[in-house]
């Protein structure tokens, strides 16, 4: 069976793979590569991007993208169809990311990258194969928007003298309330 997948850009920048007949670059179609039924390339269009940022902007033709059977409940369909979608990125030769935010998503999510250097996600929520590269992006995408800004370095702050008086003449009126409560001494 011919299949074809459909490329969307919905509003907020948001994108989803939907299953589609035909094809043509005009309407933002592209064909899917089917060369084995356990593992399926979808060549993106070059044009296309997941912008996180102004600044941090990926070209959809970086990211590949392949299926396997899913655990989990799936019906009739858990031994025959491949829903469970896996993202692989070559993080450590992307051009289109700027070295300070490559730097911070590769000390942040190391356990993610393989020895190649490229970043996996993967995602098997749901049973069907568009939705699950489509969580996919948006796990990509919520990780790259974590490191996309530096964290801010905390500066450390002394207490002022007056505030530092004001706590001590509180413990002073605590100590003098709880001895005033104490039986008087019998000496």
């Known amino acids: 069976m011919n299949r074809r997948h459909q490329l969307r850009v919905l509003a907020g920048d948001r994108l989803r793979l939907k299953m589609a ?3 043509g670059l005009k309407s933002g179609r592209c064909d ?21 940022t102004s600044r941090v ?6 990211l590949s993208f392949s299926f396997a059977r899913s655990s989990g409940p799936g019906g ?5 169809v491949n829903t469970k979608a896996l993202l692989r990125w070559p993080v450590l030769a992307s051009r289109s990311l700027p070295d300070d935010v490559r730097e911070r998503l590769v000390a942040r999510f190391a356990r993610r990258i393989t020895a190649q250097g490229d970043l996996l996600v993967s995602s ?3 049973r ?16 790259l928007a974590e490191v996309a800004t530096p964290r801010t370095v905390r500066k450390p702050t002394r207490p ?7 706590r001590l003449n509180a413990k002073k009126q605590q100590a003098g309330k709880k001895k005033g409560r104490r039986p008087p001494d019998e000496d």
């Open 124 to 126: 098997q929520r749901y």
């Open 57 to 62: 902007r990926i070209p959809l033709s970086e």
């Open 128 to 143: 069907d194969q568009g939705r699950n590269v489509g969580d996919c992006l948006s796990k990509l995408e919520s990780m």
């Open 160 to 166: 002022s003298r007056s505030a530092v008086g004001r």
């Open 21 to 23: 007949t035909g094809c």
């Open 32 to 52: 899917g590569a089917f060369p084995n039924p356990l593992y399926y390339n979808i060549l993106m269009i070059h044009s296309a991007m997941l912008e996180v």
């Open 76 to 80: 009739q369909n858990v031994n025959k």
